[in-house]
């Protein structure tokens, strides 16, 4: 099946920093999510991104599907930032979303 | 909120004992799903369902049954239920060629 790798698995840094996270899949895929998950759990949807470049507030993504892979950007980090990302890639020919493993992101005041 | 609404939120069970999570939305969507959770392993998809009736199994699907009897109902049923599905269950809605929502979670504990 469809690998989903996610790059780096964890990452701590100070508030105001940048940050890239990198998610890479194996196969053609129909579509691609970025989801938060906050400290409480709560998987709250980023972007929802097939291919291109979308950007919301200090948050962006760009999906580049011929060579498989999506960049998830913050800028200017807040420690409200802080909890696991994950993307979800949609196999092509099924409507199933697939997991990367995630990262964990720590912003520090 | 994006309508979906899992329930219960918080189960504590029996080894051996039956349970059952809803997972119930009022968008009409036609795609249903049931993840689990887990330490090291991110969201895992147990079963889905493209339609009334309509299910198919997931990477993790043993040891779990689901039911779709109405478009706005999809229930995850653990026959027996053992200590290794303690996790957290996730159930999310989508339609065709529109991005996924997530219901809130349950976190169910056999003991």
């Known amino acids: 099946g469809i690998q989903v790798e996610q790059s780096p698995p964890d990452l701590i840094l100070q508030e105001g920093a940048n940050s890239t996270l990198r998610c890479n899949f194996s196969d053609s895929v129909n579509n691609l999510q970025w989801f938060h998950q906050n400290p409480w759990g709560q998987l709250i949807n980023l972007f929802y991104i097939p291919s291109g470049t979308k950007q919301n507030g200090r948050l962006s993504a760009t999906t580049v599907a011929t060579e498989r892979y999506s960049l998830l950007y913050i800028s200017s980090s807040q420690t409200t930032d802080s909890g696991v990302y994950f993307c979800?890639?949609?196999?092509?020919?099924?409507?199933?979303?697939?997991f990367g493993q995630g990262t964990r992101l720590t912003i520090n005041p | 909120d994006a309508g979906i609404t899992q329930s219960p939120r918080h189960k504590v069970t029996e080894t051996g004992t039956p349970v059952t999570l809803r997972c119930h939305q009022t968008e009409n969507h036609r795609y249903m799903y049931w993840y689990r959770q887990d330490p090291g392993h991110g969201l895992r998809l147990i079963h889905y369902?493209?339609?009334?009736?309509?299910?198919d199994k997931g990477e993790v699907s043993d040891g779990y049954s689901v039911s779709r009897s109405k478009t706005e109902d999809f229930l995850l049923t653990l026959e027996s239920a053992t200590s290794s599905q303690t996790s957290v269950y996730f159930c999310a809605i989508k339609s065709e060629n529109t991005e996924a929502f997530f219901g809130q979670g349950t976190r169910l504990t056999v003991v």
């Open positions: 979800a890639v949609l196999i092509q020919g099924a409507q199933k979303l697939v």
């Open positions: 369902s493209y339609g009334v009736k309509d299910t």
